[in-house]
Protein backbone atom coordinates (compact mmCIF):
# COMPACT_ATOMS: atom_id res chain seq x y z
CA UNK A 1 0.00 0.00 0.00
CA UNK A 2 1.50 3.44 -0.46
CA UNK A 3 2.16 5.31 2.33
CA UNK A 4 0.30 8.40 2.29
CA UNK A 5 2.70 10.46 3.41
CA UNK A 6 4.06 13.10 0.36
CA UNK A 7 8.18 11.97 0.58
CA UNK A 8 8.78 14.49 -2.50
CA UNK A 9 10.99 17.00 -0.38
CA UNK A 10 11.01 19.69 -3.23
CA UNK A 11 7.38 19.40 -3.38
CA UNK A 12 7.00 20.03 0.36
CA UNK A 13 9.64 22.93 0.02
CA UNK A 14 7.96 24.57 -2.16
CA UNK A 15 4.68 24.03 -0.84
CA UNK A 16 6.20 25.45 2.25
CA UNK A 17 6.53 28.86 1.01
CA UNK A 18 2.83 29.33 2.36
CA UNK A 19 4.76 29.91 6.35
CA UNK A 20 6.84 32.33 5.13
CA UNK A 21 10.59 33.45 5.48
CA UNK A 22 10.94 33.41 8.78
CA UNK A 23 11.23 30.10 10.02
CA UNK A 24 14.41 27.93 9.52
CA UNK A 25 14.66 23.67 8.92
CA UNK A 26 17.40 21.71 10.61
CA UNK A 27 19.88 19.71 8.41
CA UNK A 28 21.24 20.34 4.59
CA UNK A 29 18.81 18.09 3.59
CA UNK A 30 15.43 18.53 5.67
CA UNK A 31 14.09 15.67 7.74
CA UNK A 32 10.39 15.24 6.90
CA UNK A 33 9.25 12.84 10.24
CA UNK A 34 5.94 11.51 9.96
CA UNK A 35 6.14 9.38 13.38
CA UNK A 36 7.76 8.94 16.66
CA UNK A 37 8.48 6.89 19.56
CA UNK A 38 10.58 6.53 22.53
CA UNK A 39 13.86 7.85 21.05
CA UNK A 40 12.85 7.63 17.45
CA UNK A 41 11.62 9.14 14.49
CA UNK A 42 10.52 7.98 11.22
CA UNK A 43 10.88 9.95 8.53
CA UNK A 44 8.28 9.45 5.13
CA UNK A 45 10.15 7.49 3.30
CA UNK A 46 10.16 5.03 6.94
CA UNK A 47 13.89 5.24 7.57
CA UNK A 48 14.36 5.41 11.71
CA UNK A 49 16.45 7.96 13.31
CA UNK A 50 17.56 7.73 17.25
CA UNK A 51 16.71 11.20 18.46
CA UNK A 52 19.67 12.60 20.76
CA UNK A 53 18.18 16.34 20.42
CA UNK A 54 14.81 16.90 21.21
CA UNK A 55 14.21 18.08 24.86
CA UNK A 56 10.46 18.47 24.76
CA UNK A 57 9.47 14.44 24.87
CA UNK A 58 11.06 14.34 27.89
CA UNK A 59 9.63 10.79 28.43
CA UNK A 60 10.01 9.76 24.67
CA UNK A 61 8.34 10.74 21.54
CA UNK A 62 4.02 9.77 21.49
CA UNK A 63 4.75 8.57 25.36
CA UNK A 64 1.68 6.01 25.55
CA UNK A 65 0.60 6.96 29.23
CA UNK A 66 0.49 10.83 28.64
CA UNK A 67 -0.88 10.13 24.96
CA UNK A 68 -4.09 7.84 27.22
CA UNK A 69 -4.26 11.08 29.82
CA UNK A 70 -4.72 13.42 27.03
CA UNK A 71 -6.92 11.54 25.07
CA UNK A 72 -9.30 10.79 28.31
CA UNK A 73 -9.10 14.27 29.53
CA UNK A 74 -9.84 15.79 25.86
CA UNK A 75 -12.84 13.05 25.35
CA UNK A 76 -14.59 14.21 29.15
CA UNK A 77 -14.27 18.16 29.62
CA UNK A 78 -11.73 20.63 28.39
CA UNK A 79 -12.82 23.85 30.27
CA UNK A 80 -10.06 26.90 31.87
CA UNK A 81 -9.22 27.63 35.07
CA UNK A 82 -12.30 30.15 35.85
CA UNK A 83 -13.85 27.04 36.97
CA UNK A 84 -12.75 24.79 39.89
CA UNK A 85 -11.24 21.86 39.27
CA UNK A 86 -9.45 19.28 40.85
CA UNK A 87 -6.88 17.82 38.36
CA UNK A 88 -5.07 21.78 38.25
CA UNK A 89 -5.23 21.30 42.13
CA UNK A 90 -3.94 17.61 42.03
CA UNK A 91 -0.80 18.60 39.19
CA UNK A 92 -0.01 21.86 41.53
CA UNK A 93 0.45 19.62 44.72
CA UNK A 94 2.06 16.90 42.63
CA UNK A 95 4.66 19.56 40.95
CA UNK A 96 5.13 21.53 43.89
CA UNK A 97 6.37 18.63 45.93
CA UNK A 98 9.30 18.79 43.54
CA UNK A 99 10.27 22.48 44.79
CA UNK A 100 11.38 23.63 47.84
CA UNK A 101 9.03 24.59 50.82
CA UNK A 102 9.58 28.25 49.85
CA UNK A 103 8.76 27.65 46.10
CA UNK A 104 5.39 27.16 47.10
CA UNK A 105 2.71 28.82 44.58
CA UNK A 106 2.18 27.48 40.72
CA UNK A 107 0.78 29.88 37.64
CA UNK A 108 0.37 27.92 34.57
CA UNK A 109 0.78 29.35 30.95
CA UNK A 110 1.30 27.47 27.66
CA UNK A 111 4.62 28.74 26.54
CA UNK A 112 8.10 29.21 28.40
CA UNK A 113 7.68 32.61 26.53
CA UNK A 114 4.54 33.51 28.32
CA UNK A 115 5.77 32.06 31.63
CA UNK A 116 8.92 34.43 31.64
CA UNK A 117 6.79 37.17 30.88
CA UNK A 118 4.51 36.45 33.61
CA UNK A 119 7.28 36.07 35.84
CA UNK A 120 9.06 39.55 34.52
CA UNK A 121 5.93 40.85 35.39
CA UNK A 122 6.05 39.94 38.94
CA UNK A 123 9.50 40.84 38.83
CA UNK A 124 8.56 44.14 38.12
CA UNK A 125 5.43 44.28 40.31
CA UNK A 126 7.79 43.47 43.73
CA UNK A 127 10.46 45.86 42.44
CA UNK A 128 9.29 48.63 41.17
CA UNK A 129 11.68 48.36 38.30
CA UNK A 130 12.57 47.67 35.04
CA UNK A 131 15.74 47.16 34.33
CA UNK A 132 16.74 43.15 33.91
CA UNK A 133 20.30 41.27 33.60
CA UNK A 134 20.70 38.62 31.62
CA UNK A 135 23.86 36.67 29.64
CA UNK A 136 25.37 37.57 26.72
CA UNK A 137 24.14 34.92 24.12
CA UNK A 138 20.50 34.32 26.35
CA UNK A 139 17.40 33.04 25.09
CA UNK A 140 14.26 33.52 26.96
CA UNK A 141 11.59 33.62 24.49
CA UNK A 142 9.57 34.97 21.54
CA UNK A 143 7.67 37.98 22.46
CA UNK A 144 8.50 41.58 22.11
CA UNK A 145 9.61 41.60 25.13
CA UNK A 146 11.57 38.48 25.38
CA UNK A 147 13.09 38.97 22.32
CA UNK A 148 15.08 42.31 23.72
CA UNK A 149 16.16 39.92 26.64
CA UNK A 150 17.51 37.49 24.08
CA UNK A 151 20.45 38.91 22.78
CA UNK A 152 21.11 35.18 20.85
CA UNK A 153 18.05 36.51 18.43
CA UNK A 154 17.61 40.05 18.58
CA UNK A 155 19.78 43.37 20.17
CA UNK A 156 19.10 43.31 23.75
CA UNK A 157 16.36 46.40 24.39
CA UNK A 158 17.52 49.81 26.74
CA UNK A 159 16.72 48.55 30.02
CA UNK A 160 18.99 45.16 29.06
CA UNK A 161 22.52 44.79 30.37
CA UNK A 162 24.47 41.41 29.63
CA UNK A 163 26.62 39.65 31.27
CA UNK A 164 29.17 36.57 30.35
CA UNK A 165 27.80 32.78 31.09
CA UNK A 166 29.63 31.96 34.43
CA UNK A 167 32.24 29.18 34.37
CA UNK A 168 35.08 28.13 35.75
CA UNK A 169 38.78 28.67 34.06
CA UNK A 170 40.96 25.76 34.10
CA UNK A 171 42.22 25.40 37.78
CA UNK A 172 39.58 27.80 38.95
CA UNK A 173 37.91 27.47 42.31
CA UNK A 174 34.20 27.60 42.24
CA UNK A 175 34.38 30.77 44.91
CA UNK A 176 36.84 32.06 42.51
CA UNK A 177 34.62 32.19 39.70
CA UNK A 178 31.61 32.70 41.76
CA UNK A 179 32.93 36.05 42.61
CA UNK A 180 33.90 36.73 38.97
CA UNK A 181 30.40 36.27 37.63
CA UNK A 182 29.19 38.37 40.66
CA UNK A 183 31.58 41.54 40.08
CA UNK A 184 29.85 41.13 36.35
CA UNK A 185 26.29 41.27 37.25
CA UNK A 186 27.08 43.97 40.36
CA UNK A 187 28.91 45.84 37.34
CA UNK A 188 25.86 45.15 35.42
CA UNK A 189 23.08 46.74 37.76
CA UNK A 190 25.29 49.41 38.47
CA UNK A 191 25.68 50.47 34.81
CA UNK A 192 21.69 50.47 34.61
CA UNK A 193 20.79 52.38 38.00
CA UNK A 194 23.83 55.07 36.56
CA UNK A 195 21.47 55.07 33.82
CA UNK A 196 18.38 55.70 35.76
CA UNK A 197 16.65 52.25 35.32
CA UNK A 198 15.34 50.63 38.35
CA UNK A 199 16.82 46.67 38.67
CA UNK A 200 14.01 44.56 38.39
CA UNK A 201 15.45 41.06 37.85
CA UNK A 202 18.76 38.58 37.23
CA UNK A 203 17.38 36.47 34.37
CA UNK A 204 19.11 33.01 33.92
CA UNK A 205 19.22 29.84 31.96
CA UNK A 206 20.36 27.15 34.73
CA UNK A 207 22.00 25.67 32.13
CA UNK A 208 23.22 28.50 29.93
CA UNK A 209 22.16 26.45 26.59
CA UNK A 210 22.19 29.48 23.83
CA UNK A 211 25.59 30.67 25.80
CA UNK A 212 27.27 27.55 24.85
CA UNK A 213 25.94 25.00 28.00
CA UNK A 214 27.43 25.84 31.04
CA UNK A 215 25.73 23.71 33.67
CA UNK A 216 26.80 25.74 36.81
CA UNK A 217 28.75 24.02 39.80
CA UNK A 218 27.01 24.23 43.25
CA UNK A 219 27.31 27.98 44.91
CA UNK A 220 28.86 29.27 41.02
CA UNK A 221 25.56 31.37 40.96
CA UNK A 222 25.74 32.55 44.61
CA UNK A 223 27.85 35.83 44.22
CA UNK A 224 25.75 37.18 41.51
CA UNK A 225 22.27 36.29 43.37
CA UNK A 226 23.58 38.34 46.15
CA UNK A 227 24.64 40.67 43.89
CA UNK A 228 21.16 41.19 42.10
CA UNK A 229 19.49 41.28 45.58
CA UNK A 230 22.26 44.22 46.85
CA UNK A 231 20.61 45.74 43.81
CA UNK A 232 17.00 45.27 44.93
CA UNK A 233 16.27 42.94 42.21
CA UNK A 234 14.40 39.35 42.12
CA UNK A 235 16.20 36.22 40.55
CA UNK A 236 14.27 34.24 38.16
CA UNK A 237 15.43 31.11 37.19
CA UNK A 238 14.33 30.14 33.90
CA UNK A 239 14.15 26.00 33.70
CA UNK A 240 12.70 26.02 30.31
CA UNK A 241 15.87 24.29 29.03
CA UNK A 242 17.36 22.36 32.33
CA UNK A 243 13.84 21.77 34.02
CA UNK A 244 12.56 18.29 34.94
CA UNK A 245 15.45 16.14 35.73
CA UNK A 246 17.38 16.94 32.52
CA UNK A 247 20.35 17.41 34.45
CA UNK A 248 20.58 13.92 36.05
CA UNK A 249 19.13 13.45 39.89
CA UNK A 250 17.91 16.86 41.02
CA UNK A 251 15.23 18.06 38.81
CA UNK A 252 16.33 21.67 38.45
CA UNK A 253 18.98 23.80 36.98
CA UNK A 254 18.67 25.96 40.20
CA UNK A 255 18.96 22.69 42.62
CA UNK A 256 22.04 21.50 41.35
CA UNK A 257 23.46 24.96 40.97
CA UNK A 258 21.84 24.94 44.97
CA UNK A 259 20.90 28.92 43.88
CA UNK A 260 18.43 30.85 45.93
CA UNK A 261 15.16 31.24 43.03
CA UNK A 262 12.68 33.82 43.89
CA UNK A 263 11.08 32.86 40.46
CA UNK A 264 11.04 29.47 38.32
CA UNK A 265 9.94 29.39 35.00
CA UNK A 266 9.27 25.90 33.12
CA UNK A 267 7.94 24.79 29.68
CA UNK A 268 9.32 22.52 26.98
CA UNK A 269 8.81 19.04 28.52
CA UNK A 270 6.40 19.85 31.12
CA UNK A 271 3.87 18.29 28.81
CA UNK A 272 5.73 16.14 26.53
CA UNK A 273 4.81 17.90 23.52
CA UNK A 274 1.50 19.70 24.95
CA UNK A 275 1.90 23.24 25.49
CA UNK A 276 2.76 23.46 28.99
CA UNK A 277 4.10 25.86 30.79
CA UNK A 278 4.12 27.46 34.33
CA UNK A 279 5.61 30.00 36.60
CA UNK A 280 6.64 28.35 40.66
CA UNK A 281 6.98 31.29 42.66
CA UNK A 282 7.15 32.07 46.61
CA UNK A 283 4.07 33.19 48.38
CA UNK A 284 4.52 36.47 48.82
CA UNK A 285 5.91 37.06 45.06
CA UNK A 286 2.88 36.12 43.65
CA UNK A 287 0.62 38.32 46.40
CA UNK A 288 2.44 40.99 45.19
CA UNK A 289 1.97 40.49 41.69
CA UNK A 290 -2.27 40.08 42.28
CA UNK A 291 -2.29 43.30 43.50
CA UNK A 292 -1.41 44.39 40.13
CA UNK A 293 -4.38 42.96 38.96
CA UNK A 294 -6.08 39.68 37.93
CA UNK A 295 -4.40 36.73 35.81
CA UNK A 296 -5.98 34.80 33.16
CA UNK A 297 -4.62 32.49 30.34
CA UNK A 298 -7.03 30.44 28.26
CA UNK A 299 -5.62 27.39 27.70
CA UNK A 300 -3.12 27.64 30.81
CA UNK A 301 -4.11 25.28 33.14
CA UNK A 302 -7.23 23.53 31.43
CA UNK A 303 -8.14 19.98 32.14
CA UNK A 304 -6.24 18.42 29.64
CA UNK A 305 -3.33 20.60 30.36
CA UNK A 306 -2.92 19.40 33.89
CA UNK A 307 -3.97 15.34 32.81
CA UNK A 308 -0.95 15.74 30.59
CA UNK A 309 1.29 17.30 32.74
CA UNK A 310 0.39 14.90 35.79
CA UNK A 311 1.20 11.93 33.16
CA UNK A 312 4.57 13.71 32.62
CA UNK A 313 5.53 14.05 36.41
CA UNK A 314 4.70 10.28 36.89
CA UNK A 315 6.38 9.02 34.28
CA UNK A 316 9.36 10.44 35.51
CA UNK A 317 9.02 9.61 38.63
CA UNK A 318 8.03 6.35 38.33
CA UNK A 319 10.51 4.94 35.98
CA UNK A 320 12.96 7.04 37.83
CA UNK A 321 14.40 8.86 34.48
CA UNK A 322 16.36 11.90 36.19
CA UNK A 323 17.73 9.55 37.69
CA UNK A 324 18.05 7.13 34.77
CA UNK A 325 19.97 10.41 32.94
CA UNK A 326 22.73 10.93 35.69
CA UNK A 327 23.54 7.23 35.47
CA UNK A 328 23.44 7.67 31.51
CA UNK A 329 25.34 10.74 31.32
CA UNK A 330 27.96 9.27 33.33
CA UNK A 331 28.33 6.90 30.95
CA UNK A 332 28.02 8.89 28.03
CA UNK A 333 31.10 10.88 30.00
CA UNK A 334 33.37 7.83 30.17
CA UNK A 335 32.58 7.09 26.47
CA UNK A 336 33.70 10.32 25.74
CA UNK A 337 36.90 9.85 27.68
CA UNK A 338 37.67 6.72 26.27
CA UNK A 339 37.25 8.27 22.49
CA UNK A 340 38.90 11.49 23.39
CA UNK A 341 42.07 11.40 21.20
CA UNK A 342 39.87 10.28 18.21
CA UNK A 343 37.80 13.35 18.75
CA UNK A 344 40.95 15.52 19.20
CA UNK A 345 40.14 16.46 22.80
CA UNK A 346 37.76 18.69 21.84
CA UNK A 347 36.13 20.59 25.11
CA UNK A 348 33.30 18.87 26.42
CA UNK A 349 30.50 20.02 28.79
CA UNK A 350 27.16 18.69 30.08
CA UNK A 351 25.36 17.13 33.04
CA UNK A 352 22.95 14.28 32.71
CA UNK A 353 21.34 14.20 29.53
CA UNK A 354 22.16 18.01 27.98
CA UNK A 355 25.82 17.63 26.61
CA UNK A 356 27.95 20.48 24.48
CA UNK A 357 31.13 19.59 22.37
CA UNK A 358 33.25 22.54 20.98
CA UNK A 359 33.54 21.39 17.15
CA UNK A 360 36.51 23.36 15.75
CA UNK A 361 34.22 25.70 14.39
CA UNK A 362 30.87 26.85 13.24
CA UNK A 363 30.91 24.81 9.76
CA UNK A 364 32.77 22.13 11.53
CA UNK A 365 30.01 21.80 13.93
CA UNK A 366 27.13 22.33 11.06
CA UNK A 367 29.13 19.33 8.55
CA UNK A 368 29.51 16.82 11.93
CA UNK A 369 25.63 17.76 12.73
CA UNK A 370 24.62 16.79 8.88
CA UNK A 371 27.23 14.03 8.69
CA UNK A 372 25.20 12.70 11.73
CA UNK A 373 21.89 12.85 10.62
CA UNK A 374 22.85 11.06 7.02
CA UNK A 375 23.99 8.47 9.37
CA UNK A 376 20.80 8.17 10.92
CA UNK A 377 21.47 10.12 14.47
CA UNK A 378 20.08 13.36 15.06
CA UNK A 379 21.71 16.15 17.17
CA UNK A 380 22.17 20.03 16.77
CA UNK A 381 24.72 22.58 16.86
CA UNK A 382 24.17 26.20 18.82
CA UNK A 383 26.05 28.55 20.69
CA UNK A 384 28.26 31.44 19.54
CA UNK A 385 29.01 31.24 16.21
CA UNK A 386 27.21 27.50 16.45
CA UNK A 387 30.27 25.95 16.99
CA UNK A 388 28.56 24.35 19.95
CA UNK A 389 27.33 20.25 18.90
CA UNK A 390 24.17 20.15 20.96
CA UNK A 391 22.96 16.86 22.92
CA UNK A 392 19.89 16.71 24.84
CA UNK A 393 17.91 13.79 23.46
CA UNK A 394 14.24 11.93 25.96
CA UNK A 395 15.68 11.07 29.14
CA UNK A 396 14.35 7.47 28.25
CA UNK A 397 17.36 7.61 26.66
CA UNK A 398 19.91 4.36 27.08
CA UNK A 399 23.76 3.14 27.02
CA UNK A 400 23.07 1.39 24.09
CA UNK A 401 21.47 4.41 22.39
CA UNK A 402 25.18 6.50 23.61
CA UNK A 403 26.99 3.95 21.88
CA UNK A 404 25.22 4.22 18.90
CA UNK A 405 25.68 8.43 18.85
CA UNK A 406 29.27 7.95 20.07
CA UNK A 407 30.02 5.60 16.85
CA UNK A 408 27.54 8.33 14.23
CA UNK A 409 29.68 11.45 16.21
CA UNK A 410 32.89 9.41 15.85
CA UNK A 411 32.19 8.41 12.20
CA UNK A 412 31.18 12.26 11.29
CA UNK A 413 34.24 14.30 13.15
CA UNK A 414 37.25 13.88 11.01
CA UNK A 415 35.47 13.87 7.61
CA UNK A 416 34.00 16.46 8.81
CA UNK A 417 36.85 18.20 9.23
C1 LIG B 1 15.78 28.93 28.07
C2 LIG B 1 14.51 29.18 27.32
N1 LIG B 1 13.58 29.98 27.84
C3 LIG B 1 12.42 30.23 27.22
C4 LIG B 1 12.14 29.68 25.98
C5 LIG B 1 10.85 30.01 25.29
O1 LIG B 1 9.97 28.94 25.31
P1 LIG B 1 8.79 28.85 24.21
O2 LIG B 1 9.40 28.55 22.89
O3 LIG B 1 7.92 27.74 24.74
O4 LIG B 1 8.08 30.15 24.23
C6 LIG B 1 13.07 28.82 25.40
C7 LIG B 1 12.78 28.19 24.09
O5 LIG B 1 13.63 27.66 23.42
C8 LIG B 1 14.29 28.56 26.08
O6 LIG B 1 15.21 27.76 25.55
Redesign the pocket.
Known sequence: MASKHDTDVNNLLQRREVLGPAYRLFYDEPLTPVRGEDVWLTDAAGRRYLDAYNNVPVVGHCNPRVVAAMTEQAQTLCTHTRYLDQGVLDYADALLAHFPGCLNRLMLTC??????DLALRMAQACTGGQGVVVTQN?????TQL?AQLSPSLAPHGPAVRTIPPPHTDDNESVAAAAARWGAHVAAAFADMQAAGIRPAALLV?TVF??DGIFPPQPGLLDDGAAAARAAGALVIA?E??AGFGRLGGPWWGFAHAQLQADIV?M??PMGNGY?M?GVVAQEAVVHEFAHTGRYFNTFGGNPVAAAVGMAVLRELEERQLPEQAAQVGAYWRQSWQKNAAALNHAPVRGLGLYWGVEARSGEHAARVVNHMRQNGVLINNSGPGGRILKIRPPLSFQTQHVDQLMTALLGAWDVSQ
Open positions: TGSEANAYHGVLDASDVQTGKPA
